[in-house]
């Protein structure tokens, strides 16, 4: 052993070839790295271009304070620097250079056609806003600013509404480049002129849909958890021939479509459908709601994502040896004790992996609460996609966005120091 | 002599075939229609973009089905520079939309559409339902109430029987957001029609609608897809619901359900094309000749052979005909006839582009009560 092994003259270990040992092993591993970066470097590009960049980008649109795709002190930048000396608390409209700043401005918005989406903009502010810009473009375009003046009276007589006090405040709060409304919106919150406030109760939603999607989805996981966990013990405990059977069966509706099972839900389930058709047969008189309902979605999505709790679990108790359990009847414990101590405990890494794996699908499931959830079971989800595709209002669904991503990732955080996600076993 | 006649005919053809080519070389020879898919984009592609294509031969047309997300989708095309339809079929709010951003084409309607028959131009002939200078309107439609003809004792005359449970028990079906619903509401609470928008612009008037619309609330099935009340009604699973004509017509007519219409106060909304704004001359080409054709006058009554919207134009009216298939007389179905039409408003595009968002959140937050 000795022999093979060489020395310089400090007394460092030398490799064969006679460079000291640590920086030849340092050169192997370090091949060793690079040829493992190459390996996943595809799949390091795809995640970056296709996930990480676009998710990045959107959620910097819940900060950027923009029109279209232009920022608004960019597009009103005459308007943005006189305002500055106007004050809502006055009382009073703003004086004649801020109306000039804001003819010069709309006239060049008018000819870019970006009137109307500054009007969009602070129309998520103020209902009622986006009128009088749309109203006021082609008008503007037609002024001269060095003759035509003074402009405050011109306006006023486009709109009595250039003359509100709340629309310019409205404007003076959102002339940044970065805005903190979105996410006040995010929170049913608003700036008025007393500062930040609640919404009134009656246009609060979002901490609302938030706390019910939340727990539905809290509320689905146990489910999936209570359906799950006896099939996924008898798969386990069954001959490998009649446990694959029953594999399949539970298989068989996850790689069918999920439309196709939410669509057969509202069948079986709808007032006169086969459910209540049967019940309606056993001689019970009043038909039950049992869709269009938080009821609804509770039973389709359990059923949807039933298949991610059980395979978890079966892969976990798979690995539990059967003698575990006589032993410790042989030992003088009952079926419940035996179950309780010795059974459960070694499962509890299925549970967190498919109880994981289960809640965060349901926080973000879309499709089954927009057609199974009525005007009581609709998801956060469905408020964030009717911001991005009917609203346009981008920025919201951003902020919306990025409030339950950091929700998720608290949940996550929470979990990992209750139970440990290194407790978290997929097989 | 027969030479001659063959030298001359020959050169009249050669002609003739330059002087086609001269023309057709300046348009392209393909072209993406955009529309709404189902029995609708149906109806276009028989009545004009086949037989359009067999006046061209050698035309491509490609057509996509993503009308519904049209204002979305051009703004992110715009956005990338790269603009790939040609002609865009929208509602008359989205056209307003696209026209205001600058994303849609402004045309002179005389000058790029066919005048009616008798010569009256082209403005005359749409009349009102040129809301936009950038839009081409196509058709109107309207969204209406439906019911059962063998749930209910009496016939509903009046929209108020949504909100009458005692006539009529059962469930209703309602579209999932506040325009049309709230004006209903207001109308069946005592509101006069001309005083409707003046009213929801206050607080008190919202509260008002919502407390009309709270009588019926537990009854009620929401729905986002046009297609969802047709089955409600054929499932039986409610006694009435809005939806758009056209496919309560598809369910009475064609399907034989047993459905009656109810047209009072049908809520009138218009569809129609835009053309995206900085096409490249070629395409355009294309475009302005095959619009100019699929807006005259008989191809939008042709239209209404396959589908029951109204005609845009006032003298396409006379021309509608008989259902292609059915053979059935289509004008007492189309939401214009005037026995249809006693009771009409129409859906107020600029009021709802300031209020939408703002009443979208109230109606949401009310439907979470």
Sequence with gaps: MMADTHFDENGLVLAADGTPLKQSLARALRAQKIRALLLIAPLLLFVTISFVLPIGEMLMRSVQNTAGTEYIPDLMPNVVEEIQDWEPASGEMPAEPVYRALAQDLATAFENRNHTQLGRRFNYESAGMSSIFRKSGRRVSNWDIETDGPFREKFLDIDDD?????????????????????????????????????????????????????????????????????????????????????????????????????????????????????????????????????????????????????????????????????????????????????????????????????????????????????????????????????????????????????????????????????????? | MKLMKTIIGT????????????????????????????????????????????????????????????????????????????????????????????????????????????????????????????????????????????MVDQKPESVCAVFDTETYPGQRALEKRPIGNMEWALICDGVAIDDVYDTLETEEGVERAFAKLDTIKDQTVWWSAGAETPQLLADGEVVMGSTYNGRLFSAIAEQDQPIGMLWDWQMFDLDGWIIPADLPADRLARVKDFVRFATDTQRLADQAAYISYGPARASSAPLVGEHAELGIEMAPHMPTDPANAENTFLFNYNWWASYRDDLDSQFQAWLLE
């Design chain 2, 11 to 150: 050169t009249a053809l050669t002609v003739a075939g330059v002087a086609a080519h001269a023309d057709s070389h300046n348009m392209a020879d393909s072209m993406t229609v955009v529309s709404w898919g189902g029995a609708y984009q149906n109806s276009q592609v028989q009545a004009y973009i086949e037989p359009y294509k067999e006046m061209n031969p050698g035309l491509e047309v490609i057509t996509d089905e993503s009308s519904g997300e049209a204002v979305t989708k051009l703004r992110a095309m715009s956005e990338a520079g790269n603009v790939t339809w040609d002609l865009v079929d929208v509602t008359a709010a989205d056209g307003m939309r696209l026209c205001d951003e600058g994303l849609a084409m402004e045309i002179d309607h005389d000058e790029m559409l066919a005048p009616a028959p008798d010569g009256t131009p082209a403005t005359e002939d749409f009349g009102g339902s040129i809301v936009s200078d950038c839009f081409i309107p196509q058709i109107v439609f309207s969204t209406t109430f439906g019911y059962r003809t063998d």
């Design chain 1, 162 to 427: 250039w003359g509100n006090i709340e629309y310019w405040a409205t404007i003076k709060a959102n002339s940044g480049y970065y805005t903190t409304s979105y996410f006040l919106a995010a929170f049913d919150a608003q700036r008025t002129s007393e500062g930040i406030q609640m919404k009134d109760p009656d246009q609060r939603i979002y901490s609302k849909l938030m706390v019910r999607t939340l727990w539905l989805s809290f509320l689905i996981t146990f489910c999936t958890f209570a359906l799950g966990y006896p099939v996924a013990w008898l798969l386990a405990d069954l001959p490998a021939k009649s446990a694959n059977m029953l594999l399949i069966l539970v298989l068989l509706p996850f790689w069918t479509s999920l439309l196709v099972r939410t669509s057969a839900w509202k069948i079986l389930l709808q007032q006169q459908g086969v459910i209540n058709d049967f019940w309606i047969a056993l001689g019970f008189t009043e038909r039950m709601s049992l869709i269009n309902n938080q009821l609804g979605v509770v039973i389709a999505m359990t059923h949807i994502l039933l298949p991610f709790m059980i395979l978890p679990l079966y892969s976990v108790m798979k690995t539990i040896p059967p003698s575990y359990l006589r032993a410790a009847k042989s030992l003088g414990a009952t079926n419940t004790v035996a179950f309780m101590r010795v059974y459960f405990p070694q499962t509890t890494p299925g549970i967190g992996a498919g109880s994981l794996l289960v809640f965060i699908l349901a926080v973000g499931y879309f499709i089954t609460p927009e057609l199974v959830g009525g005007a009581d079971g609709t998801f956060i989800s469905n408020r964030i996609y009717y911001q991005f595709s009917s609203s346009g209002n981008w920025g919201l669904a951003a902020a919306l966005g990025t409030v339950m991503l950091v929700v998720v990732l608290l949940l996550y955080y929470i979990y990992d120091k209750l139970v440990g996600v290194d407790n978290v076993k997929l097989g």
